[in-house]
């Protein structure tokens, strides 16, 4: 649930025709939710399982496979964004976020070029487009905001990743307002539950709390930004589904619970937290003697959170790209 006492912001991960032309709207008047996020992952799982994309492909015969995929996706995102304007024309947040081509990670200009064309072919105000942490995408970042497209920089795993978005959203937003754009928003997508689900074995051999690393990392990440204050740039928690029975569904909501910041996670963790019936307190921010010291910890015990990061990054790369691959060939 928002909870705009606190200025905490809960958008829903998850894309499906159906869902977004029936429930979607319900959750938004509810004031469950105030935004979402779509990546290649979630839009080959709604058009590999749901029949309401076989006319729109049965139309599109003839194109590329990325035409189709385009097409589809730029219908999805546009009735998101129109169930979302109410929210967004009072200031509430409203956006649905949408991720250029993962294979244009590297490539700066033609991930700007994506953004661009796909802002304007969706023809709403309120599109995030999301771009990934790397070398490339913190200058796409820049030239993005510069012109008034608002971003959500996605797969953050390092305090690193987080200054080197930070400085380039800051940038961007400096141009914007000295060329006389409107106000526009930006988040830093930090991802949270990968680190858990990658170190937990090994941190339980070690005797050391399990499911602690990704909150640990995303509140050191959430102080950086915070330090930094910016009205328009938040951290957005992602991530945040749990996998397993091991931890509560709503988990990575309640314990990452701040101020000034988002979580957009799966349907059901969201409707885990709803059934709650009440706000989590907020757990953010957390001391940076606490969180030095469980890295501390982890470092004692030989785990080398810089390869951590770097394998996480190369991971999440892989991941959208084999999504989104595996996607194109289904409706080639």
């Not at 032309?21 to 290649?40: H, M, Q, R, W, Y």
């Not at 990325?66 to 996706?73: C, F, Q, T, V």
């Not at 995408?137 to 987080?162: C, D, H, R």
């Not at 640990?216 to 992602?238: G, V, W």
Request: proline share 4%; with cysteine; hydrophobic share 40%.
């Amino acid at each position: 649930m928002v909870n705009r006492d606190i200025g905490f912001s809960l958008w829903l991960d998850f894309i499906e025709r159906d869902y977004l032309k029936n429930e979607f709207s319900k959750l938004i008047d509810k004031c469950v939710i105030n935004g979402a996020t779509s990546n290649p992952s979630i839009f080959a799982a709604a058009i590999a399982n749901s029949p309401a994309y076989k006319a729109q492909l049965e139309s599109l015969k003839g194109k590329s496979a990325k035409e189709k995929y385009e097409a589809l996706a730029i219908e999805d995102i546009r009735t998101a964004a129109q169930a979302l304007r109410r929210a967004y024309d009072k200031g509430n947040d409203g956006y649905i976020s949408i991720e250029v081509d993962p294979f244009l990670s590297n490539d700066t200009q033609a991930t700007i070029e994506e953004g661009k064309r796909l802002f304007s072919a969706i023809g709403e105000p309120n599109i995030m487009i999301k771009v990934p942490a790397t070398e490339a995408g913190y200058a796409a970042m820049t030239e993005l905001l510069s012109i008034g497209i608002p971003v959500n920089a996605t797969l953050v795993f390092s305090p690193k990743q987080a200054k080197r978005c930070l400085k380039a959203m800051t940038k961007g937003l400096d141009s914007l307002e000295v060329d006389g754009g409107g106000k526009i928003d930006a988040v830093i997508s930090v991802f949270v539950s990968r680190f858990d689900r990658l170190l937990d074995t090994e941190l339980e051999q070690e005797g050391i709390d399990i499911s602690k690393t990704g909150i640990y990392n995303a509140a050191k990440i959430y102080n950086l930004i915070e330090k930094n204050y910016t009205p328009c740039i938040r951290t957005l928690f992602a991530s945040t589904g749990v996998k397993g029975d091991n931890l509560e569904a709503d988990y990575y909501i309640r314990e990452l619970m701040a101020p000034h910041s988002v979580n957009t996670a799966p349907l059901t963790t969201i409707e885990a937290y709803v059934e709650r019936g009440k706000h989590a307190e907020p757990k953010l921010p957390m001391e940076e003697s606490e969180i030095n010291g469980y890295f501390t910890k982890l470092a004692d015990n030989g785990f080398d959170m810089e390869e951590v990061y770097a394998s996480l990054l190369k991971e999440g790369l892989q991941a959208f790209e084999e999504a989104f691959q595996k996607m194109l060939d289904s409706i080639e």
